[in-house]
């Protein structure tokens, strides 16, 4: 075994892009200066925890909404939950003027539980106890039905509540591939309208789609023009009725995708082979600006309609950082951490970059060493390289800005699940 330090130093891991190597220096040194408090919140707590910094729940929140709300009058966001499904989470959204955006009966009762008032359920298959929750808090929940089948199923549900319930209609963006499992085909827009018109206790009043994955605002934009000619073959009076469009979550947080390249090493010392990329996100003031363009030209002349989004990972990326230990230090090039990556349920750091620094070593120097998980599998990897002067057993290590699918993902495999601790400001 070798001495206190990793692997040789190295500058620059692959990287192409001088500005990102930059960025990435820059979100380490932001961490680095405030080691000593975030170690202290480890302290008395343990490891592994996610920190939860409610501040930047807010910040994003309102920033996401500051961007589109300056390109469109009536204009409201609804956190996805299933990005993030912590209670605190979705209590600071809605603090922040969000409402919340849920997709099953628990994340529902979660949602109603925070007192939000303006939720949005929406997701395929829902059953008939999901149906009945949402109609009897027919008052703060839009039910965004997914299928002709579910359309039937809200009105049994509403009518044995004795209510009138809200509703809008999943459009799906993609009639074939794995995609349609989503929504109705736009053209069967004005068959569902019309179906509706004759419900006594669901009142369609919206439209909704959602396209995952968005770097920049392009397949938002393509369907809206989409969706702007159907419009225009649909009877008139049946769109009079509609309120609002929900143009779905979706949009690439701006510091861009950060990805792993080139084969999974495996031999001593090839952790330092591996190389990585950035793929470039448009900044939300662009997917505001595009996208509020593509509506006031195909859709606001044939419905002015309020605008809904249901923004996930843009919010939450930040808002959560992950804490684990070193528990074991194999070689200069390997060491295992106290956690699993079960804390996050799936083997996201097989391919996704991001920094893993060293809280008890600090340095801006990033040294190549695989840093593994626990777990009795081979694919449980925080990371190909740290950033730190060292690393040893009982060092606290951090992933930055883990906050977006990965909390509502843990799974109870092997390893205990982690804490999750709030640190202000
Ligand atoms: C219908 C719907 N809305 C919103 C979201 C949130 O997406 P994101 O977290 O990428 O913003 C999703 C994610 O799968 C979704 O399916």
Redesign the pocket.
């Known amino acids: 075994m070798g001495g206190a330090h990793g692997g040789d130093p190295v500058d620059c891991l692959g990287l192409r892009e001088d500005g990102w190597q930059k960025e990435i220096r820059d979100l380490v040194l932001s961490f680095l200066q405030r080691s000593d408090s975030l170690i202290e919140a480890a302290t008395g707590n343990g490891t592994p925890l996610f920190l939860f910094e409610p501040d930047v729940m807010g910040e994003r929140s309102r920033a996401f909404t500051d961007a589109f709300s300056s390109h469109l009058e009536d204009f409201q966001a609804f956190f ?1 939950m ?2 993030n499904n912590h209670p605190d989470v979705a209590r600071e959204a809605v603090k922040a003027g969000l409402g919340l ?1 849920v ?1 099953s009966g628990l994340e529902l009762q979660t949602a109603l539980e925070t007192g939000c008032r303006r939720i949005l359920f ?2 395929p298959g829902k059953t008939e106890k999901e149906l009945e929750l949402a109609a009897i808090n027919a008052a703060r929940v839009t039910v965004l039905i997914d299928s002709f089948g579910e359309l039937e199923r809200l009105d049994s549900a509403a009518l044995k509540a004795g209510t009138v319930i809200t509703a809008g209609v999943r459009l799906t963006t993609r009639e074939d591939g794995l995609w349609r499992k989503f929504g109705i085909p736009l053209s069967s827009l004005g068959e569902f309208l019309s179906t509706s018109a004759g419900k006594k206790a669901v009142r369609i009043r919206g439209l ?1 789609f ?1 396209t ?2 968005n770097l920049t605002p392009e397949a938002q934009v393509k369907f809206i023009e989409r969706l702007g000619k159907a419009l225009g073959t649909v009877d008139p009076g049946l769109i009079q009725s509609l309120r609002f469009l929900d143009i ?4 690439w947080p701006e510091g861009g995708e950060w990805l792993l390249t080139g084969e999974l090493p495996s031999s001593p010392g090839a952790a330092r082979l591996r190389g990585r990329e950035r793929l470039s996100a448009a900044p939300v003031g662009d997917f505001a600006r595009e996208i509020a363009g593509a509506l006031k030209k195909h859709i606001f002349p044939l419905a002015p309609l309020k605008i809904y989004a ?5 919010i ?1 990326d930040r808002i959560m950082h992950i804490m684990v230990s070193v528990a074991d230090r194999k070689a200069d090039d390997l060491v295992i951490t106290d956690a699993g990556t079960n804390i996050i349920g799936w083997e996201r750091y097989e391919t996704d970059y991001v920094p893993v620094i060293n809280l008890s070593r600090p340095s801006l120097t990033e040294r190549p060493c695989l840093v593994a998980g626990s777990l009795c599998t081979p694919h449980d990897i925080w990371g190909w390289s740290y950033f730190g002067e060292g690393i040893e057993p009982g060092d606290i290590l951090i992933l930055p800005n883990q906050g ?2 990965t909390w509502s993902l843990r799974q109870q495999f092997i390893k205990p699940l982690a804490k999750m601790i709030t640190i202000e400001d």
């Open positions: 996805a299933k990005c955006d997709s929406s997701g909704q959602h995952s994955w779905g979550g979706g949009y249901e923004p996930g990972r843009w939450a977006a699918y």
